[in-house]
């Protein structure tokens, strides 16, 4: 699968996370992040640079998890950064960085998909 949708406001990439992840499109997930970006995940683990990310999300979605999409909250935007939240159905919080591209989309630089719960 391709990733031919670009974000062009800062939450259009949560959007397309739950999108991807439900589609079980690995490419998908990994094009929304920096060639460099950190991911903590599952808890403890750092995935840095999208090899890494790659292999998180190749085991993410062999485990076909069905997401829901929970209350994203207004991206806080400073210049070409911005902070993204969400609160999933879970109770969980997400919190990410993203940067303003050259083209003027949006890609995420620091993800930490599980803050509090």
Excluded: C
């Amino acid at each position: 699968m391709t990733n031919e949708k670009v974000a062009t406001e800062p939450n259009d990439l949560g959007k397309f996370f739950i999108e991807h992840a439900n589609a079980g499109d690995v490419d998908g997930l990994v094009a929304l992040y920096e060639p460099n970006a950190v991911l903590e995940f599952p808890p403890g683990h750092v995935a840095t640079g999208h090899a890494e990310i790659r292999k998180v999300y190749e085991q993410f979605v062999a485990a076909a998890p069905v997401l829901s999409p929970g209350r994203q909250h207004p991206a806080l935007v400073s210049g070409d950064l911005a902070l993204t939240a969400s609160t999933l159905t879970s109770g969980e919080v997400t919190v990410e960085i993203a940067r303003r591209q050259g083209d003027g989309s949006w890609l995420w630089v620091v993800d930490q998909p599980s803050v509090v719960s």
